[in-house]
């Protein structure tokens, strides 16, 4: 009780419960454990089974029990018979409050006492002998039917006290010689006949631990201990358990310490190819490396061995966890070859877990199957700084893009049939339909009630609507040519950008043109990387547009009452995947905007998650899609925002191929063979090009992060050329400009850009937004493109501006700015690099992703569905149909 107390002053949202699990009638032994957990202070929850109950009934019980986070003790009150090993094992150990499972007897025979459980009848009958004789040691006990779980224990801590056990049974030849020697005799059994006078030694001690029975004739001078005396001294080691049990769930809620066991990696030379690397290299068990982190078996949910979601309840549990770090990794503009980022981020969090001992987590975006066949291979790192394995890192994963794809498409299911429907029935057949009578009970589902509410209507009878009120209530009037909604597809499928749909002649001639876009660039996809928990995510898919009606008010998921549907498909793809590095590391998974039309990184979940986990003085890496004027402006403006996080570093990646395209050098395009030009030492180019990584590193300066350059060296590239960037850069305003050989070499090759991130991450930050939410769309369009674009201004569209006063006009002003535009120019321009002066940056097009929470301007022709190229990916991938071993990943 007084233990109880003490857990209630520390942590008073406790309330321990002891499940009390009985079959048939009550009795006084179930009472005697009621009244004691009264007396303590405990809560009892008794779950009555069927009198003939089946042992799977029990189990499914048991284990509903063990996932029940307010139950902290279970107790089995049920005849022995159906205490099989099955059953007492179903029970976790750490709410096996008898002590019976295999792993608490097991921990009591080893010698864990402080670890386990000891079972409470067992620890009753050793404190009788205590209170009957000072000095056990050296005494005799014969423990008579006693077996199974409690007789191990019991003989276990009679031996731990320096007593002889023996055991017999009732039907033992030997059974009066056995008595007359012991000094304590222990009765156990529904069928013993007790024991006679004169078998007994003198001043010896009985102890009855089976059904109370009438002393035999000349028994009544024997020392007897009733069932009620030994069962309620049972029942208060029993709550004694269940407050230990507490006190132990209240610990593991509690902030764990990292135990990480690296892998080691052989680094080869030369270096072999990616997945050649990956499958040299044995993963840990993924439930081993969650352990190692800190994560509950409860917060973790296994997809396979390699890879597993995690729970959102993480979040609550360690809500006063002071946040680690936060380092965002961007780029220069990239050429179309990629610098290596993602690389970087791994090499990275490598360097610091496996070599500094710093606990780290990398937070990557999960790769779309468009570029995976298409153009790109796969985006799992590269050399020795890869996620593993591979290939369930590219492909399929968690299955969060097909239900990304599968929830998108069910939004343009449901506007296409509702426009059908709405165009070819009568406002009277449109509600019948819509609110249809059920076994005589007509009424409407919550989501159609939320609608009347928006409309103002406030009545909840179906039949008390006006003709007039059932007309707006049945009628979104969706304008066919206004319809916002695009379907996808993960796969580069150019004929796709646009169709028409509607030419079956069951769709009554109501055809008309749309597209589809690639998966990742669905608005489902941000909403999943900017939600920050179910109930944001519901909210968020509920207020997205998807057309405007004919009278131009705007059309939501809400409206069209698929709201509750998108958030089931979405229920499992909204937690982060948990997977590893090569060298063991911690590496969360989730979600994968399109890095130009969306904001382009990983999500708001995976971060707040690893911040929590890594501790105060970890360090959590993340990494935004594309340049610093896409990736990293998008991450600042519109995922700090979402999150309310603020980062202390900035890592901008650099290689010194990319500056020299910059610096005028011939263009490049994957699968072609590089110009000499990047291949040979050329300090001209590398001194133009560094321009662009001068320009990426005073973008960062207007957030006021600090920056730590880090150079993605490359076989090709010379000392002279590493030097020359590094001086540039930090002349430049860089905190610090390190090579980094982490695709060589591991976290052992990035140690230097470690270091120099642990001593940014010290440095005071000024972390600013770029623009006010309250200025005028216009004004934030414009601000982006002269502070970051370096434009001299922008040129609005007619369309363009009927929409941002459309937007302004709905309400929508004050959402921040996703601008898309191309990734390989500071520009609207491709083919212009270094950094472009002079240009005017025009915006065709203003559109809204409502339920992300943001408006998105089309800068030049900016396309949503990749194409795939003359000679794609796809013709290097194959499986070996005997080993199922992939081949041409990467």
Same mark, same amino acid.
């Given at each position: 009780?007084?233990?109880?107390?003490?857990?209630?002053?520390?942590?008073?949202?406790?309330? $321990?419960?002891?499940?009390?699990?009985?079959?048939?009638?009550?009795?006084?032994?179930?009472?005697?454990?009621?009244?004691?957990?009264?007396?303590?202070?405990?809560?009892?929850?008794?779950?009555?089974?069927?009198?003939?109950?089946?042992?799977?009934?029990?189990?499914?019980?048991?284990?509903?029990?063990?996932?029940?986070?307010?139950?902290?003790?279970?107790?089995?009150?049920?005849?022995?018979? *159906?205490?099989?090993?099955?059953?007492?094992?179903?029970?976790?150990?750490?709410?096996?409050?008898?002590?019976?499972?295999?792993?608490?007897?097991?921990?009591?025979?080893?010698?864990?006492?402080?670890?386990?459980?000891?079972?409470?009848?067992?620890?009753?009958?050793?404190?009788?002998?205590?209170?009957?004789?000072?000095?056990?040691?050296?005494?005799?006990?014969?423990?008579?039917?006693?077996?199974?779980?409690?007789?191990?224990?019991?003989?276990?801590?009679?031996?731990?006290?320096?007593?002889?056990?023996?055991?017999?049974?009732? *039907?033992?030849?030997?059974?009066?010689?056995?008595?007359?020697?012991?000094?304590?005799?222990?009765?156990?059994?529904?069928?013993?006949?007790?024991?006679?006078?004169?078998?007994?030694?003198?001043?010896?001690?009985?102890?009855?631990?089976?059904?109370?029975?009438?002393?035999?004739?000349?028994?009544?001078?024997?020392?007897?201990?009733?069932? /009620?005396?030994?069962?309620? =001294?049972?029942?208060?080691?029993?709550?004694?358990? @269940?407050?230990?049990?507490? /006190?132990?769930?209240?610990?593991?809620?509690?902030?764990?310490?990292?135990?990480?066991?690296?892998?080691?990696?052989?680094?080869?030379?030369?270096?072999?190819?990616?997945?050649?690397?990956?499958?040299?290299?044995? %993963?840990?068990?993924?439930?081993?490396?969650?352990?190692?982190?800190?994560?509950?078996?409860?917060?973790?949910?296994?997809?396979?061995?390699?890879?597993?979601?995690?729970?959102?309840?993480?979040?609550?549990?360690?809500?006063?966890?002071?946040?680690?770090?936060?380092?965002?990794?961007?780029?220069?503009? $990239?050429?179309?070859?990629?610098?290596?980022?993602?690389?970087?981020?791994?090499?990275?969090?490598?360097?610091?877990?496996?070599? =500094?001992?710093?606990?780290? @987590?990398?937070?990557?975006?999960?790769?779309?199957?468009?570029?995976?066949?298409?153009?790109?291979?796969?985006?799992?790192?590269?050399?020795?700084?890869?996620?593993? %394995?591979?290939?369930?890192?590219?492909?399929?994963?968690?299955?969060?893009?097909?239900?990304?794809?599968?929830?998108?498409?069910?939004?343009?299911?449901?506007?296409?049939?509702?426009?059908?429907?709405?165009? &070819?029935? /009568?406002?009277?057949?449109?509600?019948?339909?819509?609110?249809?009578?059920?076994?005589?009970?007509?009424?409407?589902?919550?989501?159609?009630?939320?609608?009347?509410?928006?409309?103002?209507?406030?009545? +909840?009878?179906?039949?008390?609507?006006?003709?007039?009120?059932?007309?707006?209530?049945?009628?979104?009037?969706?304008?066919?040519?206004?319809?916002?909604?695009?379907?996808?597809?993960?796969?580069?499928?150019?004929?796709?950008?646009?169709?028409?749909?509607?030419?079956?002649?069951?769709?009554?001639?109501?055809?008309?043109?749309?597209?589809?876009?690639?998966?990742?660039?669905?608005?489902?996809?941000?909403?999943?990387?900017?939600?920050?928990?179910?109930?944001?995510?519901?909210?968020?898919?509920?207020?997205?547009?998807?057309?405007?009606?004919?009278?131009?008010?705007?059309?939501?998921?809400?409206?069209?009452?698929?709201?509750?549907?998108?958030?089931?498909?979405?229920?499992?793809?909204?937690?982060?995947?948990?997977?590893?590095?090569?060298?063991?590391?911690?590496?969360?998974?989730?979600?994968?905007?399109?890095?130009?039309?969306?904001?382009?990184?990983?999500?708001?979940?995976?971060?707040?998650?690893?911040?929590?986990?890594?501790?105060?003085?970890?360090?959590?890496? &993340?990494?935004?899609?594309?340049?610093?004027?896409?990736?990293?402006?998008?991450?600042?403006?519109?995922?700090?925002?979402?999150?309310?996080?603020?980062?202390?570093?900035?890592?901008?990646?650099?290689?010194?191929?990319?500056?020299?395209?910059?610096?005028?050098?011939?263009?490049? /395009?994957?699968?072609?063979?590089?110009?000499?030009?990047?291949?040979?030492?050329?300090?001209?180019?590398?001194?133009?090009?560094?321009?662009?990584?001068?320009?990426?590193?005073?973008?960062?300066?207007?957030?006021?992060?600090?920056?730590?350059?880090?150079?993605?060296?490359?076989?090709?590239?010379?000392?002279?050329?590493?030097?020359?960037?590094?001086?540039?850069?930090?002349?430049?305003?860089?905190?610090?400009?390190?090579?980094?050989?982490?695709? +060589?070499?591991?976290?052992?090759? +990035?140690?230097?850009?470690?270091?120099?991130?642990?001593?940014?991450?010290?440095?005071?930050?000024?972390?600013?937004?770029?623009?006010?939410?309250?200025?005028?769309?216009?004004?934030?369009?414009?601000?982006?493109?002269?502070?970051?674009?370096?434009?001299?201004?922008?040129?609005?569209? $007619?369309?363009?501006?009927?929409?941002?006063?459309?937007?302004?006009?709905?309400?929508?002003?004050?959402?921040?700015?996703?601008?898309?535009?191309?990734?390989?120019?500071?520009?609207?321009?491709?083919?212009?690099?270094?950094?472009?002066?002079?240009?005017?940056?025009?915006?065709?097009?203003?559109?809204?992703?409502?339920?992300?929470?943001?408006?998105?301007?089309?800068?030049?022709?900016?396309?949503?569905?990749?194409?795939?190229? &003359?000679?794609?990916?796809?013709?290097?991938?194959?499986?070996?149909?005997?080993?199922?071993?992939?081949?041409?990943?990467?």
């Amino acid at each position: 009780r007084e233990d109880l107390a003490s857990l209630h002053e520390q942590h008073p949202g406790i309330q $321990p419960v002891l499940a009390i699990v009985q079959a048939g009638e009550d009795d006084a032994l179930l009472e005697i454990n009621k009244k004691m957990a009264v007396k303590v202070g405990l809560n009892v929850m008794q779950i009555c089974l069927p009198s003939e109950f089946t042992e799977d009934e029990l189990v499914e019980e048991l284990l509903r029990l063990n996932g029940d986070p307010g139950v902290h003790g279970v107790f089995l009150h049920l005849p022995p018979s *159906s205490l099989s090993s099955r059953v007492l094992n179903s029970i976790q150990p750490e709410k096996d409050v008898d002590g019976r499972s295999d792993v608490n007897v097991g921990r009591l025979v080893c010698g864990g006492l402080t670890a386990g459980f000891t079972p409470p009848a067992a620890s009753a009958v050793v404190e009788f002998l205590a209170r009957h004789d000072t000095c056990l040691e050296g005494k005799t006990v014969l423990m008579i039917g006693w077996e199974g779980p409690l007789g191990v224990a019991l003989q276990c801590l009679m031996q731990k006290n320096g007593m002889l056990v023996l055991n017999s049974q009732w *039907s033992s030849a030997n059974l009066q010689n056995q008595v007359m020697q012991a000094d304590v005799a222990v009765l156990v059994g529904d069928a013993h006949r007790g024991l006679p006078p004169m078998w007994l030694k003198s001043g010896a001690t009985v102890i009855n631990c089976g059904p109370v029975l009438k002393p035999a004739e000349g028994l009544k001078d024997m020392e007897a201990r009733p069932l /009620s005396e030994i069962e309620s =001294l049972t029942a208060a080691l029993r709550m004694q358990n @269940v407050v230990r049990s507490s /006190s132990l769930w209240v610990r593991q809620q509690q902030y764990l310490p990292w135990k990480l066991r690296t892998l080691k990696l052989q680094p080869l030379s030369p270096v072999p190819s990616d997945i050649e690397i990956s499958r040299s290299q044995t %993963p840990k068990a993924i439930d081993q490396l969650a352990q190692e982190i800190g994560l509950l078996p409860e917060e973790l949910e296994a997809y396979g061995r390699t890879k597993a979601k995690v729970r959102l309840s993480l979040l609550d549990r360690l809500k006063e966890q002071p946040d680690g770090k936060y380092v965002l990794v961007a780029g220069i503009t $990239p050429t179309p070859l990629g610098e290596g980022k993602s690389t970087v981020t791994i090499g990275l969090v490598q360097a610091l877990s496996a070599h =500094l001992k710093l606990n780290s @987590v990398a937070c990557l975006r999960q790769p779309s199957q468009g570029p995976t066949f298409g153009v790109k291979g796969g985006a799992a790192g590269g050399g020795y700084a890869q996620v593993i %394995p591979m290939e369930e890192f590219n492909l399929h994963l968690t299955g969060d893009i097909h239900a990304i794809t599968a929830a998108n498409n069910l939004v343009a299911a449901a506007i296409d049939a509702r426009i059908l429907h709405e165009s &070819t029935q /009568s406002d009277k057949a449109l509600y019948n339909r819509l609110v249809p009578s059920v076994n005589g009970m007509r009424r409407f589902s919550p989501i159609q009630l939320a609608r009347l509410h928006r409309l103002g209507i406030s009545k +909840s009878d179906p039949g008390a609507l006006t003709p007039e009120e059932a007309k707006t209530f049945v009628r979104l009037d969706l304008d066919p040519e206004k319809v916002t909604w695009q379907r996808v597809i993960d796969t580069n499928d150019r004929f796709l950008r646009k169709i028409t749909v509607g030419q079956a002649n069951t769709e009554k001639g109501h055809s008309r043109q749309t597209q589809f876009d690639i998966a990742v660039a669905s608005e489902i996809m941000a909403i999943l990387a900017l939600s920050d928990g179910l109930a944001d995510m519901k909210q968020r898919l509920g207020r997205m547009v998807v057309g405007s009606s004919r009278s131009g008010q705007p059309v939501t998921a809400d409206d069209l009452g698929v709201t509750g549907a998108l958030a089931v498909l979405m229920k499992d793809a909204i937690k982060p995947t948990l997977m590893q590095t090569l060298e063991g590391t911690p590496v969360f998974v989730h979600a994968g905007p399109f890095a130009n039309i969306a904001h382009g990184n990983s999500s708001v979940l995976a971060d707040k998650l690893a911040l929590k986990l890594v501790g105060e003085d970890g360090y959590v890496v &993340t990494e935004a899609g594309f340049g610093a004027d896409i990736g990293m402006e998008k991450f600042f403006n519109i995922k700090c925002r979402a999150s309310g996080l603020k980062p202390n570093v900035v890592v901008l990646v650099a290689t010194v191929r990319a500056l020299k395209m910059h610096g005028g050098g011939p263009n490049v /395009s994957a699968g072609a063979p590089l110009p000499k030009e990047y291949i040979m030492e050329n300090l001209k180019l590398v001194a133009d090009g560094c321009s662009n990584l001068k320009k990426q590193i005073q973008i960062a300066h207007l957030f006021g992060v600090p920056v730590v350059v880090a150079l993605n060296v490359f076989q090709t590239d010379t000392q002279a050329e590493i030097d020359l960037v590094c001086r540039i850069a930090e002349k430049t305003g860089a905190t610090a400009a390190v090579p980094c050989h982490h695709w +060589s070499r591991g976290g052992r090759g +990035s140690v230097d850009l470690a270091h120099a991130v642990k001593e940014a991450a010290r440095q005071k930050n000024n972390f600013q937004f770029l623009y006010d939410l309250q200025m005028p769309i216009h004004e934030k369009i414009r601000t982006i493109a002269q502070k970051v674009y370096g434009a001299e201004d922008i040129d609005l569209s $007619p369309e363009a501006q009927a929409k941002i006063e459309y937007y302004t006009q709905q309400g929508y002003n004050t959402l921040p700015i996703c601008m898309a535009k191309t990734h390989l120019s500071l520009s609207h321009m491709p083919e212009k690099k270094g950094v472009p002066t002079g240009f005017v940056l025009p915006i065709r097009d203003v559109r809204a992703s409502i339920g992300a929470g943001f408006i998105y301007p089309l800068v030049g022709s900016m396309s949503t569905m990749p194409g795939l190229p &003359t000679r794609p990916c796809f013709y290097d991938i194959d499986l070996d149909p005997v080993t199922e071993e992939i081949t041409g990943l990467f």
